[in-house]
């Protein structure tokens, strides 16, 4: 297997962070770094700031809130799972793997952000995607994603998945197929180290150690992951304290099963399992009722369902856009906005931190790649020309 230090080149990654740089994870086990590989795709530590604004505009100064940036976690394309693909792109590469498929919906996040880092450690992307209901979020991610040049397959429905799914990997043997989300032990140790990474700027006095963490749920794998890492860095006593572990709430923007308590914390266990097997005894022993003592799952804010904006939502990315803080969407980081407002509102103790999960950079799509919109697969061109006139219409009806 490779070392980290021989899938970037000397020097420094093509971010331009020297190598180890914002990965707490293999400072604390070493062994870890000789043991797994990783490519560097983002700007880590992800910066922390106050929602003093937010507060006051909703009368609940005391409740300190606090925002994490993770939306900025590159300048090529942010969001959460940047920590994920850095991972399992490294595994991709160990495993002499030259391509790499994303799977999910045709909004994914995962999938454009897969697009989008590939080729910047050597990789050829692709995605295996079906349809999802029709949003603004969906609409941009998707038209860039048909744009970004990547190999594209599309499902006839969700039903089709997982026959498409093992279709897929027989077909492309070659290739390194994620599943949604990246949502495996692998994938979740992103997020076991942005929980040290929280742990480290509440030592070094960036904020207050939270008593309460908002983020929102999709595929389960950053809820899984911040679980573990702010279990560790409370046992390890970086920054927090078990006595004062922060709760995490974990807001849907998937529906039951996906999302499910249960779900979340197996592969929570799985996660933790994998760090005892990869780092030995020093990694602290964690089982599910450890890290299921202060976590929850708010599935209040999930609206019509996947893919659809709820009406709280919408209230919280107006408030967010009046008091010009970070923008959200409507169908990922708005619903796990609106359960911050809400416990602003309901004056619950803070600290409280909101992480914000859905990139914030824009997502220009230049002239010379509008060519491969034409080359994408049948029915995501359909869906984009659906898109299109759906948004045109309640755009129309709006400014009306």
Not at 100 to 118: C, E, K, M
Not at 151 to 169: D, E, I, N, V, Y
Not at 375 to 393: C, Y
Request: charged share 20%; glycine share 10%; net charge positive.
């Amino acid at each position: 297997m490779h070392s980290l230090f021989s899938l970037i080149p000397p020097g420094g990654s093509e971010s331009g962070y020297a190598a180890g740089v914002g990965f707490p994870l293999f400072d604390l086990f070493p062994k870890l770094s000789e043991r797994l590989s990783r490519v560097e795709l983002g700007a880590f530590p992800t910066p922390v700031e106050s929602l003093r604004a937010l507060a006051r505009e909703l009368g609940a100064g005391e409740s300190d809130p606090w925002i994490k940036r993770d939306d900025i976690s590159s300048e090529i394309y942010g969001g959460n799972k940047v920590r994920t693909l850095e991972l399992l792109f490294g595994q991709a590469r160990a495993r002499g793997h030259s391509r790499v498929l994303a799977t999910g919906a045709f909004g994914s996040n995962h999938a454009l952000a897969t697009a989008l880092h590939a080729p910047r450690v050597g990789l050829s992307p692709g995605a295996l995607l079906f349809p999802q209901p029709v949003s603004e979020a969906a609409f941009v991610n998707l038209r860039a994603l048909a744009a970004s040049g990547a190999q594209l397959h599309a499902l006839p429905h969700w039903s089709a998945f997982p026959l498409g799914l093992a279709w897929t990997r027989l077909r492309h043997e070659a290739s390194y197929v994620m599943v949604p989300g990246g949502a495996t032990p692998l994938g979740a140790l992103g997020y076991v180290s942005a929980g040290l990474e929280l742990g480290r700027q509440v030592a070094a006095g960036l904020l207050p150690a939270p008593r309460r963490i908002v983020v929102a749920v999709g595929s389960t794998c950053t809820s899984a992951g911040l679980l573990v890492g702010l279990s560790l860095a409370a046992r390890l006593r970086v920054g927090l304290e078990p006595a004062t572990l922060p709760r995490l709430t974990s807001v849907r923007v998937s529906p039951w099963p996906v999302t499910s308590r249960l779900r979340i914390l197996h592969l929570a266990a799985r996660t933790a399992q994998l760090l005892r097997e990869l780092g030995g005894s020093e990694v602290p022993r964690l089982d599910s009722a450890a890290l299921g003592a202060r976590f929850e799952v708010d599935g209040r804010y999930l609206g019509p369902g996947y893919g659809e904006p709820s009406a709280a939502g919408r209230q919280a990315e107006a408030l967010w856009q009046r008091l010009a803080l970070p923008a959200l969407d409507g169908t990922y980081s708005a619903k796990s906005a609106a359960r911050l407002v809400f416990g602003l509102r309901a004056r619950e103790a803070g600290p409280v931190l909101f992480w914000s999960t859905k990139s914030s950079v824009p997502l220009p799509i230049a002239s010379a790649a509008e060519a491969s919109l034409g080359r994408a697969p049948l029915r995501i061109r359909a869906w984009l020309q659906k898109a299109q006139h759906v948004l045109s219409r309640e755009s129309a009806r709006i400014d009306f």
